[in-house]
T-cell receptor, first 113, second 113 residues
Framework: GAVVSQHPSRVICKSGTSVKIECRSLDFQATTMFWYRQFPKQSLMLMATSNEGSKATYEQGVEKDKFLINHASLTLSTLTVTSAHPEDSSFYIC?????????FGSGTQLSVL | GEDVEQSLFLSVREGDSSVINCTYTDSSSTYLYWYKQEPGAGLQLLTYIFSNMDMKQDQRLTVLLNKKDKHLSLRIADTQTGDSAIYFCAESLANQAGTALIFGKGTTLSVSS
C-alpha cells in the first residue's frame, strides 16, 4: 500500500514549548490529510482535516490556535502543538487518502513534562 | 451522531478462528474498514468492504457486512500469535473538508499458544 511517513516517532518536551510533527506521503500526492489523536487504550479521535493550500478544518472541541496545521504541499502536512502542556501528552497519528483507502503514519508519542 | 461500537476483548487459542464484531450508525457510509494496531505503532489497513457488498474474503480474513443491521464482522481463520493486536473497525464519514474515518474503541485480540 501507499506509504505515509511520520516524524518524529517519539518526542519529550518541556511544558510551554512547541512541538512540530511532520506527515509525508512518500509515493503519492495527498490532497487531503487527517490528524488523529489517541489516548492509551482508547480509540482514535479525529482532530482535523488538512487540505493542501487551504485552512484546516477542525473538529468540535479542538483548539485551532493550539494545534496548528499546515498543508503547504501535496506531500507534506505538519501539526504543531503550541505551548504544550502535560494534558497534550498523547499519541498523534496522521493519515492520507488514496482513493477509498486511508493509510496511516506510524504515529508520534508526545510526552510533555 | 456517528458511533462505532466494538467489544473490547477477545481471547482465542492459536489455530482457532477469531470473530471480531462491530456495529456502526451511519447508513450512508460508503466503505467500512478494519485496521490492525500493534503496540506503539500506527494503523495497518487490513481490509475494507464497499457498502453494497455482503462479504469479502482476503486470504485468512473474511469480512461480513449486514447493512440492514449495520453490523460488520472480521473473521480471522487459523489465528496465529502474531495476530495479537488491537483491531479497529471504522466507517467513512463525509464532511465539508473531506471523507475521514470514525473509529470504534478497538478490540484487543489475545492469542494463546
Amino acid at each position: 500500500g501507499a506509504v505515509v511517513s511520520q516524524h518524529p516517532s517519539r518526542v519529550i518536551c518541556k511544558s510551554g514549548t512547541s512541538v512540530k510533527i511532520e506527515c509525508r506521503s512518500l509515493d503519492f500526492q495527498a490532497t487531503t490529510m487527517f490528524w488523529y489523536r489517541q489516548f492509551p487504550k482508547q480509540s482514535l479521535m479525529l482532530m482535523a482535516t488538512s487540505n493542501e493550500g487551504s485552512k484546516a478544518t477542525y473538529e468540535q472541541g479542538v483548539e485551532k490556535d493550539k494545534f496548528l496545521i499546515n498543508h503547504a504541499s501535496l506531500t507534506l502536512s505538519t501539526l504543531t502543538v503550541t505551548s504544550a502542556h502535560p494534558e497534550d501528552s498523547s499519541f498523534y497519528i496522521c493519515s492520507a487518502r488514496v482513493s477509498e483507502k486511508l493509510f496511516f503514519g506510524s504515529g508520534t508519542q508526545l510526552s510533555v513534562l | 451522531g456517528e458511533d462505532v461500537e466494538q467489544s473490547l476483548f477477545l481471547s482465542v487459542r492459536e489455530g482457532d478462528s477469531s470473530v471480531i464484531n462491530c456495529t456502526y450508525t451511519d447508513s450512508s457510509s460508503t466503505y467500512l474498514y478494519w485496521y490492525k494496531q500493534e503496540p506503539g505503532a500506527g494503523l495497518q489497513l487490513l481490509t475494507y468492504i464497499f457498502s453494497n457488498m455482503d462479504m469479502k474474503q482476503d486470504q485468512r480474513l473474511t469480512v461480513l457486512l449486514n447493512k440492514k443491521d449495520k453490523h460488520l464482522s472480521l473473521r480471522i481463520a487459523d489465528t496465529q500469535t502474531g495476530d495479537s493486536a488491537i483491531y479497529f473497525c471504522a466507517e467513512s464519514l463525509a464532511n465539508q473538508a473531506g471523507t475521514a474515518l470514525i473509529f470504534g474503541k478497538g478490540t484487543t485480540l489475545s492469542v494463546s499458544s
